[in-house]
């Protein structure tokens, strides 16, 4: 599940990933995160969280929906 | 903006302090509630907005020392009565890890209350709709300025990740994307008045509060720890309440661009609460070990002030009030 996603740099940047424990991962410096179907959604944002516990209704970004997931 | 219309004996000193009336601060009654009193807050937030927008026709007063003494002596009872009702929540945390991450989620655990986002999801009238984004708007029409006096008081990868973070909020470079034009549109789509301050005359003290208290803490350079936990607070509750409140838009029947600011915070503050509390308040703890106590501190008095004021808007909707005024204001 979370790692069939990956996150690309068009611009020949080093994108950097930073796990969040429990949660989402963090991407900084891309510019299209491909999802497991190979659909490609632009990046928009200077950081993004991308959805590492399958529940989320905004795949590939996280809507916090993990607490709920964890928690109950 | 116009000057608020005065609510008591302070926020009426204060009123004619700005138009330049001689007078005195009159004092702060013991009785009164600190955290949530509309005079007092009121008072003290004409004196915070002189490091905002201002107001139309007033001299400039916001460096004026007799004016700053008087925002001294109405936030330190603030600061004061904030400390008194979250001590216990921070020892608590700090006794149960010396991770600023678990600290950090053990107090938004801890001081909890009712949801109104719930409310407004499942039950709420148009009418409280509306009203609820008309208080609000005193602050989202100003959204991320308090935090931003925080910038220059901060170093390193700290001031980096709010740096990156505020660019976000900031529209990242696009003005038609600043989060407060999000929300200016939210309310001009939903037939309500987007000028700043335009509903200042009827937010209640309690949400005055939760307005004042991100000056206060903004505003201090020795309270940057505490203001960086406030942020932190307030991101972390933040995702999955604005997707509560875009269902009640939709479900209410207001229009997309209103519940499109609501949409657009499910996703922008599941990046920002991680980016706060692991990039911005783990680092500047790591950085300034003696902040860790401040940051808590700000977190808790986020999230209490924020039980406070949903405990007050719902018991005020129960008991049917407020509500009548704005929609014969919508109305005309």
Redesign the interface.
């Given at each position: 599940m979370t790692d069939s996603w990956r996150a690309l740099s068009l611009r020949d940047e080093e994108v950097r990933l930073?796990p969040?424990p429990g949660?989402?991962t963090?991407v900084r410096r891309a510019d299209v995160v491909v999802d497991e179907d190979g659909t490609a959604h632009p990046v928009?944002?200077?950081?993004?969280?991308v959805c590492t516990c399958g529940k989320s209704q905004?795949k590939p970004?996280?809507?916090?929906?993990h607490?709920?997931v964890r928690r109950r | 903006m116009q000057l608020p219309r005065p609510r008591g004996p302070l926020s009426e000193a204060v009123h004619a302090r700005l138009e330049c009336r001689p007078g005195e601060l009159p004092p702060v009654d013991a009785e009164v509630d600190v955290l949530a009193d509309d005079d007092l807050h009121l008072a003290l937030w004409m004196l915070y907005e002189l490091h905002y927008r201002g107001f139309d026709g007033c001299a400039d007063l916001e460096w004026d020392p007799g004016t700053i003494a008087w925002r001294h002596e109405l936030e330190s009872r603030f600061e004061s009565a904030l400390r008194a009702v979250t001590t216990s929540y921070v020892e608590e945390a700090l006794g149960m890890s010396d991770d600023v991450v678990d600290q950090v989620q053990h107090l938004v655990e801890a001081v909890d209350g009712p949801s109104l986002a719930a409310f407004l999801q499942r039950e709420a009238t148009r009418e409280q709709v509306l009203e609820f984004l008309a208080v609000r708007s005193l602050y989202h029409l100003k959204e991320s300025d308090p935090h931003s006096f925080v910038l220059p008081r901060i170093d390193g990868p700290a001031k980096a990740a709010l740096a990156e973070l505020l660019y976000d909020e900031y529209g990242a470079g696009r003005p038609e994307r600043l989060h407060a034009t999000l929300y200016g549109d939210a309310l001009e789509a939903a037939g309500l008045d987007r000028r700043y301050g335009a509903y200042v005359d009827r937010v209640p003290g309690h949400t005055l509060a939760v307005n004042n208290v991100m000056s206060l803490l903004g505003l201090h350079r020795r309270l940057r720890g505490a203001a960086m936990g406030h942020l932190t607070a307030f991101e972390v509750t933040s995702s999955v309440p604005c997707r509560r409140i875009a269902a009640g838009i939709e479900r209410v029947g207001l229009p997309d661009v209103t519940a499109a600011y609501f949409h657009e915070h499910v996703e922008a503050d599941a990046v920002h609460e991680q980016v706060a509390m692991r990039d911005i308040c783990a680092v500047l703890v790591q950085a300034e070990p003696d902040l860790r106590r401040d940051v808590l501190f700000g977190v808790a008095a986020c999230l209490h002030l924020d039980v406070l004021s949903a405990k007050a808007q719902l018991a005020a909707w129960a008991a049917g009030d407020g509500v009548d005024r704005l929609a014969e204001k919508v109305a005309s």
């Open positions: 930073t969040c949660g989402p963090l928009d944002r200077p950081v993004v969280a905004r970004w996280c809507d916090s929906t607490k709920s | -």
